[in-house]
């Protein structure tokens, strides 16, 4: 998912929950993984009678981390998806805050689902739930928009690509200073099937940003990094469990 949010960091770990909330015969139809990039956002909205739970984790080599909690939800079926992003962090670089950063509502529309290719446009808006004074948060309502793109390439490849922006008008700066922030972020992941539940990958990010300097100008910043990972999932129905 881009996930929703601003790339600023240099390296990551999730782990993906998956409750079924309809019929029991849904991890079954589900043959192999479909979310599985860490930071790019796949194109597969969730299944109807399904609720996805994301759980991501950053550190960083000055000891401060990023977490995200994402829950999605179809409403009600795979075509529209609703969901909520809340993040919390811990910053070091001007002394030690952590707290609750702004939360993401976020409505994706799934305009294609057709094999090899899926195309699923994210709006999202950005609540200014954090501390601004503290660095958790930028103080004023913004919006979000990312398009993912996921392409199979025969039946061990799968990519993802994202491109998108975030926009923050008014964003609030040190001293209480304001001024319109924008972002642009961009990604790719190449996932091999080793097995069906059982993914290799290497994915790249990367984003420009805008923050509001003590003087009231506007200072441009670059971030990219690379991520090679490894995802594996779990199918209940196998051994006659039924996650309903």
Avoid at 35 to 60: C, K, T, W
Avoid at 196 to 213: D, K, M, P
Wanted: glycine share 10%; aromatic share 10%.
């Amino acid at each position: 998912m881009s996930r929703p949010g601003k790339a600023r960091r240099a390296g990551a770990l999730g782990i993906p929950t998956i409750l079924a909330a309809g019929s029991p015969c849904l991890a079954e139809e589900t043959k192999k993984i479909r979310d599985n990039s860490f930071l790019p956002e796949e194109a597969y909205n969730q299944e109807e009678g399904v609720i996805q739970h994301i759980q991501a984790l950053q550190y960083m080599k000055d000891k401060s981390w990023s977490y995200t909690f994402t829950e999605e939800w179809p409403i009600p079926r795979e075509a529209h998806q609703l969901s909520v992003t809340v993040p919390i962090s811990r910053l070091q670089s001007d002394g030690t805050e952590t707290g609750l950063g702004d939360i993401l509502l976020n409505y994706r529309r799934q305009l294609i689902l057709k094999d090899p290719i899926a195309l699923a446009p994210r709006l999202s808006l950005i609540l200014p739930t954090g501390n601004d004074e503290k660095g958790l948060g930028d103080g004023a309502f913004g919006i979000q928009a990312n398009i993912p793109l996921s392409v199979e390439t025969g039946d061990r490849w799968v990519t993802h690509w994202n491109v998108g922006m975030t926009y923050i008008p008014n964003a609030k700066g040190p001293g209480g200073i304001r001024g319109d922030t924008t972002a642009f972020h961009y990604g790719a992941s190449l996932i091999y099937l080793l097995s069906e539940n059982f993914n290799l990958l290497v994915e790249a990010t990367g984003s420009a940003y805008e923050t509001i300097q003590e003087d009231g100008f506007v200072k441009r910043e670059n971030s990219f990094f690379i991520n090679p990972g490894l995802r594996f999932a779990v199918n209940f129905a196998r051994f006659g469990i039924s996650p309903s």
